[in-house]
């Protein structure tokens, strides 16, 4: 167990509908990141909150946003969702400070 | 931005042979190389990692190295067991991390 909690576990919607993830990170770490992972792909890098402040982008869709919020957990939130958004989506967390990174148990959205 | 390359893709090994996974990255200012191991429908879990200060790092029969005029490194994994069988994520980091695209190993009794 990493110490960074996910809810929910899985999550299945509908096209069009919006979700919202949350992850809370390890205690101490100010260092929120999300990544997505499609069935056998990797991991790609969405989004990096800092002390609740927006801190690195990478391929985050327009359709897609986050927060991190003053007790320190994130929020993922997605919207408008599409077929091709069914995928793991984890979040990890990292010591200020330093870039190890601890993931979650992750979250697995299926969209129908 | 950080772009990562990471050969080969599959790799299948006998129990007790060794196994080499490389990876290429493009930034030079990167300076934090980790190593995940992902078991199917788990977390990425970290198994190593080495800092741009260093060459080599070795834990029991996992070691990775680095070259940074080359940019590329490398884990090295001995005397593999079938529970070594998972995919195997290399990543390059300065700020944000880029991870490369996985290796699946499959260590066969």
């Known amino acids: 167990d990493s110490g960074v909690t996910q809810t929910p576990k899985h999550l299945i919607t509908a096209t069009g509908q919006r979700v919202t993830l949350r992850c809370s990170p390890r205690?101490?770490?100010?260092?929120v990141y999300w990544y997505q992972q499609s069935l056998d792909q990797g991991l790609q890098f969405l989004i990096q909150?800092?002390?609740?402040?927006?801190?690195a982008k990478g391929n985050i869709l327009e359709r897609f946003s986050a927060q991190q919020f003053p007790d320190l957990h994130s929020e993922l939130n997605l919207s408008s969702l599409e077929l091709g958004d069914s995928a793991l989506y984890f979040c990890?967390?990292?010591?200020?400070?330093?870039?190890?990174?601890?993931f979650g148990p992750g979250t697995r959205l299926t969209v129908l | 931005g950080e772009n990562v390359e990471q050969h080969p893709s599959t790799l299948s090994v006998q129990e007790g042979d060794s196994a080499v996974i490389k990876c290429t990255y493009s930034?030079?200012?990167?300076?934090?190389f980790p190593w995940y191991k992902q078991e199917l429908g788990k977390r990425p879990q970290l198994i190593i990692d080495?800092?741009?200060?260093?060459g080599e790092k070795k834990d029991q029969r996992i070691a990775v190295t680095l070259n940074k005029t080359a940019k590329h490194f490398s884990l090295h994994i001995t005397e593999t067991q079938p529970e070594d069988s998972a995919v195997y994520f290399c990543?390059?980091?300065?700020?944000?991390?880029?991870f490369g695209a996985g290796t699946r190993l499959t260590v066969k009794p």
């Open positions: 990890a967390s990292s010591v200020q400070g330093t870039n190890e990174q601890f």
């Open positions: 205690s101490g770490d100010l260092s």
């Open positions: 909150y800092y002390n609740g402040e927006e801190r």
């Open positions: 930034d030079s200012a990167s300076n934090y």
């Open positions: 080495i800092r741009s200060n260093v």
């Open positions: 990543a390059a980091s300065r700020n944000d991390m880029r």
